[in-house]
Nanobody, 128 residues
């Protein structure tokens, strides 16, 4: 069982940066693949970025954020981060942290149904 709490959302201007954090509690955080999704009202949840549990910490990104967003994890702190640079108005959404596993061979893991644990979300608003 993993509990997730996101933080770091807010209102920024286009071109600004923002760093989201996700604090995890529970056992064996390092064995879970972690991801960020986002969702606007009335729309389906959209994959943003994911990072694997293996030692190499593989990452994968949605094309829409590639080169602008960076996902990372600190297993010693039970945390995963999303550094968002060069933000655009279309990045405005509620951002969710998700955990899948433990372990498993599913990679890349971009389908929300592959993640069993979710945080409550944090709002990111980018004004143009």
């Amino acid at each position: 069982q993993v509990q997730l709490v996101e933080s770091g959302g807010g209102l920024v201007q286009a071109g600004d940066s923002l760093r989201l954090s996700c604090a995890a509690s529970g056992r064996a955080f390092s064995s879970y693949r972690m991801s960020w999704f986002r969702q606007a009202p009335g729309k389906e949840r959209e994959f943003v970025a994911a990072i694997g549990w293996s030692a190499s910490k593989p990452t994968t990104y949605a094309d829409s954020v590639k080169g602008r967003f960076t996902i990372s994890r600190d297993n010693a702190k039970n945390a995963v981060y999303l550094q968002m640079n060069s933000l655009k108005a279309e990045d405005t959404d509620v951002y969710y942290c998700a955990a899948g596993g433990p372990y498993g061979s599913v990679w890349p893991s971009t389908d929300p149904y592959e993640y069993a644990y979710w945080g409550q979300g944090t709002q990111v608003t980018v004004s143009s």
